[in-house]
């Protein structure tokens, strides 16, 4: 990647500052690859930072999952909440006292202030804007108050949060260069007092973002697209601390193949799910690689042996190969498509290239690891009369596309229609469930008594999509030792198929 506007001689340093709220996203993986092959191409450092302040949303086991499927892929940090470094601690939890003495250096020198509106109020605000025909956005109430008002307002003990006062005068706009797109300038009448720090004591987003950016020395902001329109935000934060401005680099959004942005809806976008489904890792990296274009154009090389015709040889990179050879120069603004056709074919492609002992060695390290299996043995042992047996009751968990026909899965008194919409509703209560037998069973109860639907066809229905079958080891277990990203992915692969299929029926 060619560095077309240095400002300053100091060390690269990058960044990748994922939230653990889930499980760890491609869309992170690909931002992180590409500011790996930045650093590592010029000899700098490549930073990962957890920005855990959303507690609301944190997930105890998502930090570790974060790290294992990073590690996974082969991108590995210099400095981190697990390994330490010159500028942490990495996790922004561990960071609320430097952040509040952040804001009180712009409440002191009059680029932020308080804002003592209640949560009724700016509620109230809102509304009347909707009703207006209004942008919902904060009025500035608050942004004047005298010294008195403020001081009565905390001897009453009132709650508080911090904005950015946005500047009023001239000029009336903020600009920024992005190293892809050249300047970009937002005018301050679209861009509001953004909260700094929450009436909790914890930092927003945008205030730890850029006092860790600076802190942490960071040369360049590898990022995605989405967030161009938080920029001028942080670019005024950078003014109002007096701070040099690193170079922004915004990423073009992984794409679905109908051009919108990649979703759990449409594809699998979970890490786990790939390393579980038995996707090498060196397909993954190689594939995310090909994303927006980076690598050079086509020629006659290849890293492996006989590639199908029907794809390009140039598709073959291993991680080595883009730290040599990609250059933001090839990059393509154009969303890039997060094909899975194409991620297939190329996994493909790698699992033909492996020598027999490495096929074995990479089934053992994944669908046929003890791990998985001495979790599965227990559901059947009591089931079966012979150890042939066991694939007659387990084939589920090893099989890739499993789409149970409609006997099988509408039950008696129900029409297809009515089931389709049942099994939308189990997604839903799916994907905000805590993946244990003790959390699924009442979530899965207390939906089948709100759409009166008994336990027998409920559970029954689950059986079908997961199984293939009204026939398999216990159900909730069976869901367990699968994994909530690849249940979830067959729930909605199942959805996807029949809304196909009724389409064509009309």
Known sequence: MTNSTSTTEAPIRVRIAPSPTGDPHVGTAYIGLINYLYARQRNGKFVLRIEDTDRARFVATSEQEIFNSLRWLGLTWDEGPDL???????????????????????????????????????????????????????????????????????????????????????????????????VIRFEHSNVDDQVLMKSDGFPTYHLANVVDDHLMRITDVIRAEEWISSTPKHVL?????????????????????????????????????????????????????????????????????????????????????????????NIRLGGPVFDLTKLKWL?????????????????????????????????????????????????FLFADDIMPPAEVFVPKKSTPEETLAFAAEQLTVLEATDWTHEALEPALKKLGEEKQWSVKENFMLLRAILTGSTMS??????????????????????????????????
């Open 84 to 182: 330490g470094g010159p500028y942490g601690p990495y996790r922004q939890s561990e960071r609320t006292e430097i952040y509040r003495e952040h804001v009180e250096l712009l409440l002191t020198n009059g680029t932020a202030y308080r804002s003592f509106e209640t949560p009724e109020e700016l509620e109230a605000l809102r509304q009347r804007q909707i009703a207006a025909k209004l942008p919902p956005r904060y009025d500035g109430a608050h942004r004047e108050l005298s010294q008195a008002q403020i001081d009565a307002y905390l001897a009453e003990g009132r709650a508080y949060t911090v904005r950015l006062k946005v500047p009023a005068g001239d000029p009336a706009f903020t600009e920024f260069r992005d190293e892809l797109r050249g």
């Open 237 to 329: 934060l950078y003014k109002a601390f007096g701070w040099e401005i690193p170079r922004f680099w915004h990423m073009p959004l992984l794409r679905n193949l109908d051009k919108s942005k990649i979703s759990k809806r449409k594809n699998p976008v979970s890490l786990i799910y790939y390393r579980q489904a038995g996707f090498l890792p060196e397909a993954m990296i190689n594939f995310l690689g090909l994303m927006g274009g980076g690598m050079p154009a086509p020629t006659t090389e290849s890293t492996l042996a006989q590639p199908a015709a029907k794809q390009s040889e140039t598709d073959i990179f291993t991680l080595p190969d883009m730290v040599a050879r990609f250059d933001v120069k």
């Open 347 to 395: 996994n493909g492609e790698y699992i033909r290239a492996l020598t027999p002992e490495s096929f074995y060695a990479a089934l053992r390290e994944t669908i046929l690891s003890d791990a998985y299996l001495q979790q599965i043995a227990p559901l059947v042992q009591t089931r079966i009369e012979t150890l042939g047996e066991f694939g007659n009751l387990t084939h």
């Open 473 to 506: 080891p216990p159900l909730l277990e069976s869901m367990v030792v699968f994994g909530k990203s690849r249940t979830l992915d067959r729930v909605r692969r199942f959805l996807e198929t029949q809304k196909k299929l009724a389409q064509t029926k009309k």
